[in-house]
């Protein structure tokens, strides 16, 4: 009986330390498979922000048949009208406009010329982020039937806009126009703690854009409808 006991416990201790065993070895790849992780994500921003820094608006441009303008940054919309004014595409959308601002308000700021205005500049008030800006151009671009846009927007931007748009308008041909307005080449970001933040916020997003792409959360679809030009507010934003 007392035989039978102790086998009982020699078990119950085996059962034990391999359970410990089991638990350090999960630990160690658990801890592994982090520090894996952070140096993938630090080297990945490295190499995410060697690119920004080499963006720049190109000497040349293609024509197309639309522009599209992100808010959110300076100089986009004076570049936009620009090549709006050098015949680059036949009409201008600016994506993600405040509700309250009308499109005098931003002629003014810019100095655009009314009638170019006019004729030819649409505004979307809807679009609340990049996404968002996504999904109205694809309106804008269905409802025109166009097959080839500029898309312009700062250059620490223009990797998600690129990526955003490009799912939405997969048979559309977007075109980059980077707006440069603080150099970042040869690693003049590193010290520059201000676009140090800026690049590691936007490189973030980014990486979760990218694991959008792999699982979607959500299917985007162009309905048709066009935002609504001039001076019509669409939603906050």
Same mark, same amino acid.
């Not at 197309?64 to 009208?81: K, P, W």
């Not at 671009?141 to 097959?147: E, P």
């Not at 927007?153 to 997969?170: A, Q």
């Given at each position: 009986m007392m035989q039978e006991t102790q086998q009982g416990r020699d078990g119950q201790g085996a059962q034990l330390r391999r359970s410990r065993s089991g638990a350090r070895v999960a630990l160690r790849l658990a801890g592994l498979t982090?520090?894996?992780?952070?140096?993938?994500?630090?080297?990945?921003?490295?190499?995410?922000?060697?690119?920004?820094?080499?963006? %720049?608006?190109?000497?040349?441009?293609?024509? %197309?048949?639309g522009i599209i303008v992100l808010t959110g940054g300076q100089s986009r919309i004076d570049a936009a009208i620009g090549l709006l004014k050098a015949g680059k595409g036949k009409r201008l959308l600016i994506s993600g406009v405040n509700p309250i601002a009308r499109a005098d308000d931003l002629r003014v700021a810019t100095g655009g010329d009314k009638a170019l205005f006019e004729c030819c500049v649409d505004i979307d008030h809807a679009a609340l982020d990049t996404i968002g800006n996504a999904e109205e151009s694809a309106k804008w671009v269905t409802a025109n039937t166009y097959g080839s846009i500029i898309l312009v927007t700062n250059n620490y931007h223009m990797p998600r806009s690129l990526l955003e748009m490009r799912r939405i308008l997969p048979e559309a041909r977007v075109q980059p126009y980077p707006v440069v307005?603080?150099?970042?080449?040869?690693?003049?970001?590193? %010290?520059?703690?201000? %676009?140090?933040?800026?690049?590691?916020?936007e490189y973030t997003k980014y990486v979760a854009a990218l694991i959008r792409e792999v699982v979607p959360l959500r299917r985007h679809v162009a309905s048709g409808v066009p935002p609504r030009p001039k001076t019509a507010a669409a939603g906050p934003s």
């Amino acid at each position: 009986m007392m035989q039978e006991t102790q086998q009982g416990r020699d078990g119950q201790g085996a059962q034990l330390r391999r359970s410990r065993s089991g638990a350090r070895v999960a630990l160690r790849l658990a801890g592994l498979t982090a520090l894996l992780t952070i140096i993938a994500f630090l080297a990945g921003f490295g190499l995410f922000a060697d690119h920004i820094g080499h963006l %720049a608006a190109p000497g040349e441009i293609e024509d %197309a048949d639309g522009i599209i303008v992100l808010t959110g940054g300076q100089s986009r919309i004076d570049a936009a009208i620009g090549l709006l004014k050098a015949g680059k595409g036949k009409r201008l959308l600016i994506s993600g406009v405040n509700p309250i601002a009308r499109a005098d308000d931003l002629r003014v700021a810019t100095g655009g010329d009314k009638a170019l205005f006019e004729c030819c500049v649409d505004i979307d008030h809807a679009a609340l982020d990049t996404i968002g800006n996504a999904e109205e151009s694809a309106k804008w671009v269905t409802a025109n039937t166009y097959g080839s846009i500029i898309l312009v927007t700062n250059n620490y931007h223009m990797p998600r806009s690129l990526l955003e748009m490009r799912r939405i308008l997969p048979e559309a041909r977007v075109q980059p126009y980077p707006v440069v307005n603080t150099p970042l080449d040869d690693g003049a970001w590193l %010290a520059k703690p201000d %676009a140090l933040r800026v690049l590691a916020t936007e490189y973030t997003k980014y990486v979760a854009a990218l694991i959008r792409e792999v699982v979607p959360l959500r299917r985007h679809v162009a309905s048709g409808v066009p935002p609504r030009p001039k001076t019509a507010a669409a939603g906050p934003s």
